[in-house]
């Protein structure tokens, strides 16, 4: 997705989260570019400290990207880890909008080489375990300064899971790539990161 496109999810991103922080309905006009199926992620940080205040989407594409964009900007204002997220607040927070290619399971024999196949910054991560699963976007790790291995075991405890059941040959770790737009400072200009 080019720059023109990243700016107009973000600011479609956040038309919704205004309205929705303002209990008022929405409707947004996006290009036909949005409306092929495409995973989606909203995440919205204070500012200036850029703190996250939530963070919610769908990893695969189950939905045209038109339709994930606008619910996963209303539900990141209601991130069940934060209360919900208030007119004012939204008036002080950066809207970013990662827009995802489709997971692909990795299929690593020898788990304790699993962290070589994982590149910081461009990879995002998901793993499942029976029930249990848990995804973190490939800013995740550079934001915290992870290397791989505290990626995996950061991903693991995401999905309620031992620090260690990346490991685990039963669980399956899957990997994908974010095109990611965010706002400089909160309703200004859009930057590819």
């Known amino acids: 997705m080019d720059l023109k496109n990243g700016t107009i999810a973000v600011k479609a991103a956040r038309k919704v989260i205004e309205a929705e922080t303002e209990g ?3 409707e947004v006009e996006l290009p036909y570019d949005f409306t092929a199926p495409r995973g989606v ?3 919205v940080k204070t500012y200036p400290e850029l703190e996250l205040r939530g963070c919610i989407g769908f990893p695969e594409p189950v939905y045209p990207l038109e339709d994930a964009l606008v619910h996963s900007a209303r539900s990141a204002c209601h991130d069940p880890r934060f209360p919900d997220l208030t007119a004012a607040e939204a008036d002080n927070c950066v809207v970013e909008v990662t827009i995802l290619t489709v997971p692909k399971l990795l299929d690593v024999k020898d ?4 962290p070589e196949t994982v ?3 461009r990879d995002g991560l998901m793993i499942e375990l029976g029930s249990m699963r848990g995804l973190l976007l490939p800013q995740v790790p550079v934001e915290w300064g992870w290397n791989a291995k505290q990626y995996l075991a950061q991903l693991s405890l995401k999905a309620g899971l031992p620090v260690d059941a990346w490991r685990y040959e039963k669980s399956s770790i899957y990997s994908f790539e974010g095109e990611i737009f965010s706002e400089k400072s909160p309703n200004g200009d859009v930057e590819r990161r």
Request: no cysteine; net charge positive; charged share 40%.
């Open 24 to 26: 008022k309905d929405t």
């Open 41 to 43: 992620f909203v995440t």
């Open 111 to 114: 788990r304790e080489k699993l």
């Open 119 to 121: 590149v910081i910054g």
